[in-house]
């Protein structure tokens, strides 16, 4: 019940101050929803146990984002009948493990500056996920566009290959 209450209460800053700009980008009120929520929750955990909830539903939505019922995290509306579908569990599971994902990466400082930057900017008005990106660029020291528009925009993981090649004798031990 107190995550549902924190998840309302993050709406007061993602949906209410700043609303999405159109139905592409619901997750900005959702996935930030969520994603407050757990880290208000993480307030009264142990560090150990921090971020385990948003954990938890990133390894469940990873295994449905590879369905075939999956669709991506940003997707347009045509119509009434696709508004009734807007509201399904990848936008807001998918869209706050990416805001987590984000925010490891970028730093918790840099990314809060730049969400500071971005409820500025847009304070009882619309935005767009550009907007949230490009405040998120302006405060970091990297640039996380490509990454979450990936993440946003497609469907399933992105899956790596590598392979380890060595030259002029590595892994051998000096003589």
Known sequence: MRSLQ????????????????TWTDVWLSEGFATWIAAKMMDEEQPADRK????????????VADGGATSHPVR????????????YDRVPYQKGGAILLMVENWLGEDWFQQGLRKYLADHRLGNATTLDL???????????????????????????????????????????
């Open 6 to 21: 924190a998840h309302e209460i993050g709406h007061q800053w993602f949906g209410n101050l700043v609303t999405q700009s």
């Open 51 to 62: 971020h385990i909830n948003l954990v938890a539903s990133r390894e469940a939505i990873m």
């Open 75 to 86: 997707r347009e509306m045509h119509n009434r009948a696709e508004l009734d579908t807007v």
């Open 133 to 175: 990106e490009e405040a998120l660029k302006a405060s970091a020291e990297d640039d996380p566009t490509a990454v979450m528009e990936s993440f946003l925009n497609t469907t399933g993981v992105p899956a790596m290959k590598t392979s380890l090649e060595c030259k002029d004798g590595c892994g051998q031990a000096d003589s």
